[in-house]
């Protein structure tokens, strides 16, 4: 690979749980700072739903020198309401590149579960719920996928290409049977698990075959014993609805398993050629450390550090965490 790469939130929205309640312009520079020189990334993937916070963290990240994929993260939104999210953001990036930035612009992710009209289900968690369930409504669904997804993915890139000069890509799940025509790479977000391990190369292989450079937008596990094998589902050991929330169960946690995940997938995307790869994430800012196991949502993060009930004036450089086992894993690859 041709660098190191990983995930930053600036908060988005599924189902109305937003994933980064607060937005610090001195932590965000701060935690981006650290992305370029303590873990040496080359590359981040600033994602979120707020065109605003996105701008911010795109412009202190590109001026550390690290290359912007600029990704407009929209939930529940309508295909019009996406479009215009997308255009917006086409602007912004392209305000960056013109100033010297390096940027991909990627036109929302995974668009099937999170927005309305392609699967069945009120909301992502219904949507994903009907799935893995492989419903009769999913199933039909699924036949008509492929067009209507694609459809739009057109007008995505049309959208996009109007206002930015820029690399311009989708983040895919690995379900989703995307033309990848309209774009100049491929993009998948490839959670390896237990489902999918004896497959796993061949789907990689399957989406380098389109002849564009293949980049892998989210790979990642959670940070407790058996989450490897759960993948991209690690985080549905969050039992939302429980006041306060917690964990649906007992779980051990082991920092190790994200280490073991990170280093065996990236050998993974070494042997088959992929261009770049992102880890998922660097911090889930929603998920608080806990003494108490049951509370301890920390460990349904796939985040490189552990947040700290003290809030931002505690931990790493007063930035409100400190570092997990795969932080410095990923800082001496």
């Known amino acids: ?14 189902a109305g749980h937003r994933s980064r309640p ?3 312009t001195a932590v965000v520079a701060g ?9 040496g990334c080359t590359a981040v993937r600033i994602s979120g739903s707020d065109p605003a916070r996105l701008a911010i963290a795109a412009e202190f990240a590109a001026g550390l020198g690290l290359e912007v994929w600029l990704s407009p993260f929209p939930c529940e939104l309508d295909g019009e309401r996406m479009l215009g999210l997308f255009a917006e953001c086409a602007r912004q990036g392209e305000k ?29 968690f219904e949507r994903i719920d ?6 009769p409504a999913a199933a039909a669904a699924a036949e008509w996928l492929p067009a209507g997804l694609n459809e739009f993915l057109v ?11 820029g690399p311009v890509t989708y983040a895919s799940g690995m379900w989703e049977p995307v033309d990848w025509s309209p774009f100049d790479l491929v993009a998948i977000d490839a959670y390896r698990d237990s489902g999918n391990s004896a497959t796993f190369s061949d789907s990689l292989r399957a989406g380098a075959a389109h002849g564009k450079p293949l980049v892998v937008t ?9 989450a490897a094998d759960r993948g991209g589902m690690g985080w549905a050991v969050v039992d939302d609805p429980a006041a306060p929330t917690c964990l649906d169960g007992d779980y051990q946690r082991d920092e190790a398993e994200q280490v073991r995940y990170l280093r065996a997938l990236t050998q993974i995307f070494d042997d088959e050629n992929i261009d770049l790869a992102f880890w998922f994430t660097f911090a889930g800012y929603n998920r608080m450390r806990s003494a108490e ?23 790493h450089r007063g930035l409100g965490w400190e570092p997990r086992q795969v932080f410095r894993a990923l800082a001496s690859m």
């Open 1 to 14: 690979m041709r660098g190191k790469a990983i995930n930053y939130d600036t908060g988005f929205d599924p």
């Open 22 to 24: 607060e937005f610090d």
């Open 31 to 39: 935690e981006l700072e650290v992305i370029a020189s303590e873990l």
């Open 96 to 124: 960056i590149r013109q100033a010297g930035g390096r940027v991909v612009l990627v036109t929302g992710c995974e668009l099937s579960l999170f927005a309305p009209g392609f699967l069945p289900g009120r909301d992502v």
């Open 130 to 135: 009907a799935l893995l369930a492989r419903s």
């Open 155 to 165: 007008a995505a890139a049309a959208t996009a290409r109007g206002q930015f000069g």
């Open 218 to 226: 989210e790979f990642g596990c959670c940070a407790y014993t058996g």
């Open 293 to 315: 196991p049951r509370h301890d949502l920390d460990m349904a993060s796939y985040g490189t550090v552990s947040m700290l009930p003290e809030g931002k004036a505690a931990g």
